[in-house]
Each structure stands twice: as C-alpha cells, then as structure tokens.
C-alpha cells in the first residue's frame, strides 16, 4: 500500500469513527448555558428543555449560568467549546444583535454551529391611552407631526426592545427619543404613568396593561398576527414596510459540530417542543413554537445579523 493509499483509508476510518461516535451520541453529561441570570425566561427554557432532553437520552443536561455583557460571556464559553455536541448555549436574539454593536472575542457565524430553534416570543407596540394614536398609522402621524417630541422606553441600549424601536424608527421614517431603562418593570412603570409614550416589549409584559386600560395595544411585530391575540394587527400589515421584529431562542453550539450529531439534537427538540407540558410553559411565557430544520436556523441568524446591522449603520445606534 502505498503512502497516497495509506492517507486515504486513513480518512475512511476517521470518518467511519466519527459516524459510529455520532450514532452512540450522548454517552456522557452535556452542559447547556445559560448567558442569563436564574430565574428568567432563558433560565426557565434552558432547565425545561435540558430536563427533558436528560430523560430522553439517561444522559444529565446541566444548566450552567454564565451572565454578563450582554450574552457575551457565555456565548464566548461555548465558542472555545469542543465541537462534540456536549456543549451548546441557548441563544437568544441579542446573539444577533451583539455583532452590530459590540467588538466580539468571536466571530457570530463562523465560530458556531445553530442546531435547533425552539420558539419565538411576539412582542407589542403600546402606546399610553392619553396618547392621540389608536393605531399604528395614527403613531406614525403624529410621530411625522412632532418629530423629536415622542419618547421610546427599552430594557436597555442594545437590547431587543431598544433594537426595535430603532428599526421603527427606520421602516416609518419617523423621529423619536430612546429611554434606556434597566429592565422592562421599571419601563413599563413610566410608560403607564405617562412619563413615556411608547415601548416595544414582550407579549406577557405588556399585554395585561392593555388588557387592564393602562395601555393601549397598537400592532404585534411578527410577521403574522399571533393566536394570543388575533385582533391586534401586526406592524407590518399596518402599513410599515420591512418591519419584524421576534425574540427568539433555539440552542447553538460551537462550529465543527458533526452533522449527525446535529440531526441527532434538532429532532429530539422539535418532539419536546410539542409534548403538552412544554407548549404550556411556553404560552405561560408568551412564547409560540417555532422550531425547524438546523438549516433553517441558520439562515435565519444570517438574516437577523444583517438586519441589525443595517438599523445600526442607519440610525447609529452604539453601546453602553
């Protein structure tokens, strides 16, 4: 056998054990991070699904809290991870988001592997009820009418909420103040005491102010109207072009992961998506499923990084 022979049963038997490695897959604890405190939605998602997936597999999934910076500190953990499938992150939209705002230790796209989506969150454009708009072509009047004088709350520069007033402000042509809050609670305690005009927040958040007369409920920021509330227009419907905005979550793990390996993890999550206990978490959260093929994951990562960055590079938009 000669050395070019040699070389290529080597590659046969590499790739031959890796796909037996891949079939036997888990055979030892995997570690799912959390790049958020305990006892938020990402916490509660990472704890449901790693339970589920420890029954599935008789293999422990244990959920590691690594906060800060914005989902940069975990996310970097996992982007030095072995790429075996026993190290994944739920991500969650600032994954997006970060690129356009941040200097990062990673690369976004090149340095992970997007394995499976799991659900997306809608979130509503409100407005306070003293606010001379009961719509979202009545805002954008009125925001054209007196630019500069309507004011935006946001749980903070660079977030989700922050990010979608910004793409608001894009899609309507429209000027408006931002007001970064730390968080939505404090938030939503000036926007229903009018000391805000309007904020762009997650459906259980915001809905019962709505529902109470607190608020009023303008447009939902899907790209379709959402069953929670089928009333409420989306954003888009209402006449402003190129506007979504969807706060999703599904786990990613570092680049090089095996494809079978990847298949392996999508499928079990897409059957624990739909078992009865896990969608009523989900609703209990305002979550909708969303999960799909890892392919289709990816290229809606692809899609969001681009999409953020055009807002940034529009409105100039920077960080803390």
Not at 5 to 20: S, T, Y
Not at 266 to 293: F, H, Q, Y
Request: hydrophobic share 45%; with cysteine; proline share 7%.
């Amino acid at each position: 056998m000669n050395k070019l022979e040699a070389g290529a049963l080597a590659l046969v038997l590499a790739a031959l054990a890796g796909a037996a490695r891949a079939q036997d897959y888990p055979v030892r604890p995997l570690r799912l991070i959390s790049p958020f405190p305990p006892g938020g939605f990402n916490d509660t998602l990472s704890r449901l699904v790693g339970q589920k997936l420890t029954v599935a597999w008789g293999q422990q999934v244990v959920v590691d809290n690594r906060p800060g910076a914005n989902m940069i500190v975990g996310t970097s953990v996992v982007a030095k991870a072995a790429p075996d499938g026993y190290t994944m992150f739920m991500a969650a939209i600032p994954h997006a988001i970060n690129p356009s705002l941040y200097k990062l230790p990673y690369d976004s796209i090149r340095d992970f592997t997007p394995v499976a989506m799991i659900c997306e969150v809608p979130n509503l454009l409100v407005v306070h009820p003293t606010l001379a708009a009961k719509s979202v072509k009545e805002l954008i009047a009125y925001a054209k009418a007196n630019p500069g004088k309507l004011s935006f709350g946001s749980t903070g520069n660079g977030s989700s909420s922050h990010m979608a007033g910004e793409l608001l402000k894009v899609a309507a042509d429209i000027d408006m103040v931002h007001v970064p809050y730390k968080g939505a609670a404090p938030a939503l305690v000036d926007l229903v005491a009018g000391r805000l005009q309007v904020y762009i927040g997650a459906t259980t958040s915001v809905l019962p102010h709505a529902r109470a007369g607190k608020l009023r409920a303008l447009g939902v920021t899907t790209a379709k109207r959402v069953s929670s509330v089928p009333d409420i227009p989306t954003v888009l419907e209402s006449g402003v072009p190129g506007f979504e905005v969807s706060s999703w979550y599904g786990l990613v793990g570092p680049a090089g992961m095996p494809a079978q390996v990847v298949s392996k993890i999508n499928a079990e999550i897409r059957r624990i998506a739909e078992l009865p206990d896990v969608r009523d978490v989900l609703s209990k959260g305002g979550a909708e499923v969303a999960t799909g093929t890892a392919e289709e994951f990816a290229r809606t990562l692809r899609e969001d990084i681009g999409k953020w960055m055009r807002v940034v590079k529009a409105t100039g938009v920077k960080a803390d």
